[in-house]
């Protein structure tokens, strides 16, 4: 891996974001795991699952779940996820390579890929990571794959205030130009994350489709309750979140509204 990215994530900061500001793309990722995956039980790799988020939630609804993830502390972080649920844990949680599975053909029912893609920034890499999801899924099983749209940085840099500063402006300007994403200041910026690749939707389309995969669906994640003024009460009222889950499903697939959501989901068909 890049060591800007080992760097990044040996912060701890991904199991933080998903509970605080991130948190908007943990409630609807999860809303899009609940419509979109077989019924439990089926066997779940989750390929480059961070701490475990969504592997130990679908370890609860019975799943069986074998996660794995190139960054030591995150294995460490879902091994202690799993521990903490001893009724349901993950079937593993090891170290692994995304385009490299040790997984065997046709063994499994679903793929996650909801971190690889952001940070195989040469193509042939994200190639091989999908072709990989495609040979170990069984005939009929489904692959999500999440991926960062190019437009990210500057709906999140305009929200957060990001652009008082002059310098991530000029960061802005280059993932524009050419989708490939770099923090010169990883270590005192971290909230301007690691080296990445950021799609137009059009890409991951593309990418899907080129690994064999039928394409089920491609919708945004946060979508439009990423314009929220404050999210944070939403997802803690049963009605809210359910009325805030309805209002950006309707517009989901809308394409002339998926490069302004900050995360897009890709889902395919073996």
Same mark, same amino acid.
């Given at each position: 891996?890049?060591?800007?990215?080992?760097?990044?994530?040996?912060?701890?900061?991904?199991?933080?974001?998903?509970?605080?500001?991130?948190?908007?793309?943990?409630?609807?990722?999860?809303?899009?795991?609940?419509?979109?995956?077989?019924?439990?039980?089926?066997?779940?790799?989750?390929?480059?699952?961070?701490?475990?988020?969504?592997?130990?939630?679908?370890?609860?609804?019975?799943?069986?779940?074998?996660?794995?993830?190139?960054?030591?502390?995150?294995?460490?972080?879902?091994?202690?996820?799993?521990?903490?649920?001893?009724?349901?844990?993950?079937?593993?949680?090891?170290?692994?390579?995304?385009?490299?599975?040790?997984?065997?053909?046709?063994?499994?029912?679903?793929?996650? %890929?909801?971190? *690889?893609?952001?940070?195989?920034? #040469? &193509? =042939?890499? !994200?190639? $091989?990571?999908? /072709?990989?999801?495609? +040979? @170990?899924?069984?005939?009929?099983?489904?692959?999500?794959?999440?991926?960062?749209?190019?437009?990210?940085?500057?709906?999140?840099?305009?929200?957060?205030?990001?652009?008082?500063?002059?310098?991530?402006?000029?960061?802005?300007?280059?993932?524009?130009?050419?989708?490939?994403?770099?923090?010169?200041?990883?270590?005192?910026?971290?909230?301007?994350?690691?080296?990445?690749?950021?799609?137009?939707?059009?890409?991951?389309?593309?990418?899907?489709?080129?690994?064999?995969?039928?394409?089920?669906?491609?919708?945004?994640?946060?979508?439009?309750?990423?314009? %929220?003024?404050? *999210?944070?009460?939403?997802?803690? #009222? &049963? =009605?809210? !979140?359910? $009325?805030?889950? /309805?209002?950006?499903? +309707? @517009?989901?697939?809308?394409?002339?509204?998926?490069?302004?959501?900050?995360?897009?989901?890709?889902?395919?068909?073996?």
């Amino acid at each position: 891996m890049d060591p800007d990215i080992l760097t990044h994530y040996a912060m701890g900061v991904e199991e933080e974001r998903l509970s605080t500001w991130g948190r908007l793309e943990r409630e609807r990722t999860l809303d899009l795991l609940g419509r979109f995956l077989p019924a439990a039980p089926a066997t779940v790799l989750d390929v480059g699952g961070g701490p475990g988020v969504y592997a130990v939630h679908l370890a609860r609804a019975r799943y069986d779940v074998h996660l794995i993830d190139p960054v030591p502390l995150h294995v460490d972080q879902a091994r202690a996820a799993s521990a903490a649920q001893p009724d349901a844990p993950l079937g593993s949680a090891d170290l692994g390579d995304a385009r490299a599975l040790a997984a065997g053909d046709r063994s499994v029912d679903v793929v996650l %890929l909801l971190g *690889p893609l952001y940070h195989l920034v #040469d &193509p =042939e890499d !994200r190639r $091989r990571a999908l /072709r990989e999801a495609r +040979r @170990v899924l069984r005939p009929g099983g489904v692959m999500l794959a999440a991926a960062i749209s190019r437009f990210a940085p500057t709906i999140d840099g305009l929200a957060n205030d990001a652009f008082r500063d002059p310098e991530f402006e000029a960061v802005v300007e280059a993932d524009l130009r050419r989708g490939h994403h770099r923090n010169p200041e990883l270590t005192g910026r971290p909230e301007w994350f690691t080296t990445a690749y950021f799609r137009l939707p059009d890409e991951l389309a593309a990418e899907v489709r080129d690994a064999g995969f039928a394409l089920e669906a491609l919708v945004a994640v946060e979508g439009a309750g990423r314009f %929220l003024a404050d *999210p944070a009460p939403w997802p803690d #009222d &049963p =009605e809210l !979140r359910s $009325r805030l889950m /309805r209002a950006i499903a +309707r @517009v989901e697939s809308e394409p002339s509204l998926l490069g302004a959501s900050p995360h897009l989901l890709a889902v395919g068909r073996a």
